[in-house]
Structure formats: C-alpha cells, structure tokens
C-alpha cells in the first residue's frame, strides 16, 4: 500500500512561484521503484497530465504548454516528489495531485496507480 500526501498549495499572485511536495508511505515496494507523475484538475475540467519523472529522478517529461514553466524533481532518501512552479497565472488555478505508476511515458490518469487527496493552489490577480 502506499499512501501520498500533496502539501504547499495556497493563495499566490500571478506572476509568483510555489513549490508543491508530495510524501510518499509505502508498505510494499520502496518509493524508489515508482515513477511519479503530478496531475490538476480545475473546477469544471478533467483531470490534466502536468508531468512526471523516472525512479531515478534523471528524466522528466512534461505537458508540452507547461514546459519550462514546471519542473519536477525528486528525492528518494526522502520518499518526496517536488512540483517548482514558476510564472503562476489565473490558468494554472486547480487542484495538484501526485501519483505513483510503474510504467513510463503516459499521460493518462488510468496508468497511474496510487493517488493523493490534493493540494489547492489559487492563482488571484
């Protein structure tokens, strides 16, 4: 089982930075065999691929419009997964979630497996 927890979501102007962390409990296999992906979903939308890095944290493939913007980074000695977001604007509004996969180069939801309950980040003029 494993069990994630998004946090550093909050209220931030456009134009600012944030930082989102996932923590990632396992009870079977180790962090470290799971390639992570981060998803949003905005009021009113279906969930959106943001992007994800390998188990090794070497490579990372990304929403092509959120290229340069985002970037995903991890830590395997401390089971976390990280989200640097930069250039916030009023799109980038929804919630953040992680998830696990055991797999590489997807962006659909359905190949990821464990989720987290999402950290809300506004983005306010």
């Known amino acids: 089982q494993v069990h994630l927890v998004e946090s550093g979501g909050g209220l931030v102007q456009i134009g600012d930075s944030l930082r989102l962390s996932c923590s990632c409990t396992s009870s079977g296999r180790p962090f470290s065999d799971y390639a992570m992906g981060w998803f949003r979903q905005a009021p009113g939308h279906e969930r959106e691929f943001v992007g994800a890095i390998s188990r090794n944290g070497r490579s990372t493939y990304y929403q092509d419009s959120l290229e340069g913007r985002f970037t995903i980074s991890r830590d395997n000695a401390k089971n976390t997964v990280y989200l640097q977001m930069n250039s916030l604007n009023a799109e980038d509004t929804a919630i953040y979630f992680c998830?696990?996969?055991?797999?590489?180069?997807?962006?659909?939801?359905?190949?990821?497996?464990?989720w987290g309950q999402g950290t809300q980040v506004t983005v306010s003029s």
């Open positions: 998830a696990t996969t055991t797999g590489w180069g997807s962006d659909q939801p359905l190949d990821f497996g464990f």
